[in-house]
T-cell receptor, first 114, second 112 residues
Framework: AQSVTQLDSQVPVFEEAPVELRCNYS??????LFWYVQYPNQGLQLLLK??????LVESINGFEAEFNKSQTSFHLRKPSVHISDTAEYFC????????????FGGGTRLMVKP | DGGITQSPKYLFRKEGQNVTLSCEQN?????MYWYRQDPGQGLRLIYY???????QKGDIAEGYSVSREKKESFPLTVTSAQKNPTAFYLC???????????FGDGTRLSIL
């Protein structure tokens, strides 16, 4: 079984400042890791994923996340946020021997202020 | 365009009533999922199906039922046995293997 902890339920930040959204997981097997973003009253959109290979993964809109196996973390970062990044962000994990079953963290609400 | 369609977007249920939420996908995905989202609790898995005519309970299946008669459709029924049905319900599908899940835009269910 897996579990995911997102340590911050809300992260307020000023526009153009850097941000880090933290995600830690626990699992007894190797995992795949995902970050999803949810805008109000919408479904989840895949932001980025780690399946294998390079531990640093990037999205097309400037976010990146680094898989750290020793610290069981997959923190999401962006060097300079925009107002449009205001949303809820979910970290999710799946064991590589599972039937594509995802376990989600509780979510972090990123609030970008002008 | 391929995607997942959930309907209706908003749904109201009376006490003692069963309601059915629709989920249709044209991505040709084998696997489909239903999640419930409550504020501050992330997503919790209700039911999932990895192939037509087969489905399994997730973590919070009590008070819900599903069917998977067609590959593209996975409707969820919220029965009167579900005493706290007010939530945002999300349907997802996946191709399988290491591919990520794709989500619909959700149905918000409220009690009258």
């Amino acid at each position: 079984a897996q579990s995911v902890t997102q340590l911050d339920s809300q992260v307020p930040v000023f526009e153009e400042a850097p941000v880090e959204l933290r995600c830690n997981y626990s699992s007894s097997v190797s995992v795949y890791l995902f970050w999803y973003v949810q805008y109000p009253n919408q479904g989840l959109q895949l932001l980025l994923k780690y399946l294998s290979g390079s531990t640093l993964v990037e999205s097309i809109n400037g976010f990146e996340a680094e898989f750290n196996k020793s610290q069981t973390s997959f923190h999401l970062r962006k060097p300079s946020v925009h107002i449009s990044d205001t949303a809820e962000y979910f970290c999710a994990v799946r064991g590589n021997n599972a039937g594509n079953m995802l376990t989600f963290g509780g979510g972090t609400r990123l609030m970008v202020k002008p | 365009d391929g995607g997942i369609t959930q309907s209706p977007k908003y749904l109201f249920r009376k006490e003692g009533q069963n309601v059915t939420l629709s989920c249709e996908q044209n991505l040709n995905h084998d696997a489909m999922y239903w999640y419930r989202q409550d504020p501050g609790q992330g997503l919790r898995l209700i039911y999932y199906s990895q192939i037509v005519n087969d489905f399994q309970k997730g973590d919070i299946a009590e008070g819900y039922s599903v069917s998977r008669e067609k590959k593209e459709s996975f409707p969820l029924t919220v029965t009167s046995a579900q005493k706290n049905p007010t939530a945002f319900y999300l349907c997802a599908s996946a191709e399988g293997g290491d591919q990520p899940q794709h989500f619909g835009d959700g149905t918000r269910l409220s009690i009258l």
